[in-house]
């Protein structure tokens, strides 16, 4: 399966769109517009050489909703992620680990066959990698970073561009320059756009565990008075038992302490943290720690220039979100680019990307809200706060029709999705 990166045959540096960072995001953003006809480049810091090993599992797992793995199977890619390694689960359980509260979810409760799929990220790149190689509209700057973007001018046909210089001196135009370079985003703060940002004083520790009993791809969370711990559910087994990553997000002391311990001690450490729901911990993987900080960008656009993922927002993990929503960012400005070329307007005609914005940024900022109120509600200790939302667990696990809407929001379900993302 191995791609080599070559740049595209396109040799003129002035393209429709120029996408910094060819990540999740960058990379499903790209393909959606080479697939329009679209003349797209990608300027990536990283190689974007293949990164997936079948026989080491990656720790860096995204829980996809349906309606991403619709996009997925829109662009052809699916059946490439499901050779590598993707892992279906059927069944979400939630509990207050300071308390008796629990909602199980089942995906028979919808009639769907599953609730989502658990991908290595690096399954996705490299799938993204691949089709971005073959598709001639596309050109794949690698190892190349921005280190300045300039005001947007006026250029005909285009309506206006920007140009981007990269750290080796070349330059390029775009007449929609987007930054999809990730929660740190340079281009970002290049344009002088800033961010509102909540820190939650979390980290999240992520690693592959084995453990005794099978998780019958069930995801399953539990919301300790520290911060959340999930188990995600992986295919496959190996001789120490049946496979799961987990993300085990922490107030910062606590974090930094797990990250120290030596294995057996935080195999145990995880095991009683989880209630043995799944038997002892046999074996852990190399663990790595990230720094969960809660940021929404003031804007998604200016004139000539647009953010997507985690450029745009930066959610707390504890919902699996992150990533589905930058791909809604990617498909919904796929699709106005698209209708704005088939009408005849100029791409960069600051009412097409305004019509992205609208549609992208409230809903992005419920989601941001919504985390935050769940890491104050499950964080808070007080006696009746607890009683309250332990009772509220209960009731909504009772409850078919309340059920089915939150099952029907895992999916990815609603009304207003992009074509692409339909099944
Ligand atoms: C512990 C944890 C668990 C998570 N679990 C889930 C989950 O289950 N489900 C989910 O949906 N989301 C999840 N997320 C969130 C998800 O990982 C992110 O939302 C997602 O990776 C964002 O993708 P992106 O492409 O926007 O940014 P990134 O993945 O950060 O990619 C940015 C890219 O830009 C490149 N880049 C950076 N700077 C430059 C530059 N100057 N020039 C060129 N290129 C540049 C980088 O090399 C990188 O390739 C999780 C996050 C964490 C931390």
């Known amino acids: 399966m191995r791609h080599d990166v070559k740049e595209s045959p396109l040799t003129a540096t002035r393209y429709d769109v120029a996408i910094v960072g060819g990540g999740m995001v960058g990379g499903t953003l790209a393909l959606l517009l080479g697939r329009q006809g679209f003349r797209v480049a990608v300027i990536e810091a990283g190689d974007m050489s293949p990164r997936w090993q079948p026989e080491n599992v990656n720790a860096r797992v995204s829980a996809l909703t349906e309606a991403s793995r619709q996009l997925f199977e829109t662009l052809g890619l699916w059946p490439h992620m ?44 490299d799938a993204l990698c691949e089709a971005l190689q073959q598709q001639d509209t596309i050109c794949c700057w690698p190892s190349a970073q921005v280190t300045q973007v300039s005001e947007a001018r006026p250029a005909a046909p285009y309506g206006t561009v920007r140009t981007l210089t990269l750290n080796d001196g070349r330059t390029l135009e775009a007449a929609v320059v987007v930054a ?24 999240a520790v992520v690693t592959v565990v084995t453990h005794e009993r099978a998780h019958q791809q069930q995801a399953q969370q539990v919301f300790l008075p520290t911060g959340p711990l999930a188990f995600l559910p992986l295919e496959g087994e190996r001789a120490e038992g049946h496979m799961s990553s987990i993300v085990w997000s922490a107030d910062t002391a606590e974090a930094e ?28 993987g190399k663990r790595a720690i ?25 959610i707390h993990p504890l919902a699996g979100q992150g990533a589905n929503l930058g791909f809604l960012d990617a498909a919904v400005l796929a699709e106005e680019l698209g209708r704005a070329y088939r009408q005849g307007a100029p791409i960069s005609d600051q ?11 409230m809903d992005n900022a419920t989601m941001l809200k919504a985390m935050e109120a769940f890491c104050r ?24 029709p309340l059920k089915r809407f939150f099952i029907r929001q895992a999916l990815g379900d609603r009304p207003d999705l992009p074509e692409t993302m339909k099944a």
């Open 82 to 125: 499901i050779a590598r390694r993707v892992t279906p689960y059927t069944q979400m359980t939630v509990w207050d680990g300071a308390g008796s509260g629990e909602i199980h979810f089942n995906a028979e409760d919808v009639m769907a066959p599953a609730l989502g799929h658990i991908v290595e990220n690096s399954v996705i790149t």
């Open 180 to 203: 999809a370079d990730g929660a740190r985003s340079p281009l970002r703060r290049m344009a002088g756009i800033g961010t509102k940002t909540w820190d939650t004083h979390q980290q």
């Open 257 to 284: 302490r797990l990250m120290v311990l030596e294995d057996d001690d935080f195999a145990v450490a995880l095991a009683e943290a989880f209630e043995q729901r799944l038997g002892s911990i046999t074996s852990v």
């Open 290 to 314: 990230f720094p969960l900080v809660q940021r929404h960008a003031a804007q998604y656009v200016q004139p000539s220039l647009a953010l997507v993922g985690d450029a745009a927002h930066g």
């Open 351 to 361: 009412r097409v990307l305004a019509r992205y914005e609208w549609r992208r940024r």
């Open 377 to 400: 509600g499950f964080g808070e200790q007080n006696i009746w706060v607890k009683w309250a939302r332990n009772a509220g667990l209960r009731a909504v696990d009772r409850c078919a």
